[in-house]
């Protein structure tokens, strides 16, 4: 009886890994980011992603300085060069990119309230894979990264002439760097 179960929990797996594959390579599954995904599709990436991020807070060390005016300003400048085309400013409703993405990026100023700094945090530094959300880390350091942070923490009780302010104010990003190095020249290292 044991060696039945077995058998058959077996070949319970061998059929729905067969599946699988066969429903992978059989290309029925739309990739398309102008289809909506299904509530199942929607509800396990939601899931994974929530559970995942809570997995990796630890060791997060929130800065007690996160209202200082010039990190605020600072992460002003960073948003407002990286983060606005995607997750809008006060008084947008949209953007031409946003309008492309699915799943549609987070509007911050909405979002915010709900997210601790940690999880900001790690979610700018590491990105979210499948979301179109960089990995910020990769190009910026930590102290920019809460810099980041801090101002988002003042984003959502920003009214857009506030924004607008900041933006006539704004002396780019303060970490700013050419993204592309200049080529070598044949025979230098």
């Known amino acids: 009886m044991m060696l039945k179960c077995v058998k058959a929990l077996a070949l319970l797996v061998v059929l729905v890994a067969g599946g699988l594959l ?24 939601t899931t994974v992603r929530q559970h995942s991020i809570h997995a990796r807070l630890g060791g997060i060390q929130v800065p007690t300085n996160l209202s200082d005016p010039k990190m605020v300003d600072d992460g002003f400048s960073h948003y407002h060069e990286m983060c606005e085309g995607c997750h809008l400013a006060p008084g947008m409703d949209n953007s031409e990119i946003r309008e492309g993405l699915n799943p549609q990026p987070p509007v911050l100023a909405k979002a915010v309230p709900h ?11 590491n990105g979210v894979r499948m979301t179109g959300m960089p990995a910020w880390g990769t190009s910026h350091d930590d102290q920019a990264i809460w810099q980041m942070v801090a101002f988002l923490e003042q984003l959502p009780k920003m009214t857009p002439a506030e924004y607008q302010t900041l933006a006539k104010n704004d002396k780019g990003d303060p970490d700013a760097h050419d993204p592309m190095p200049a080529p070598k020249q044949p025979g230098t290292h």
């Open 22 to 45: 066969a429903y992978a390579y059989s290309g029925l599954y739309d990739v398309s980011a102008t289809r909506e995904d299904g509530i199942v599709s929607r509800w396990l990436l």
């Open 115 to 125: 997210t601790t700094p940690a999880e900001l945090f790690w979610i700018i530094k």
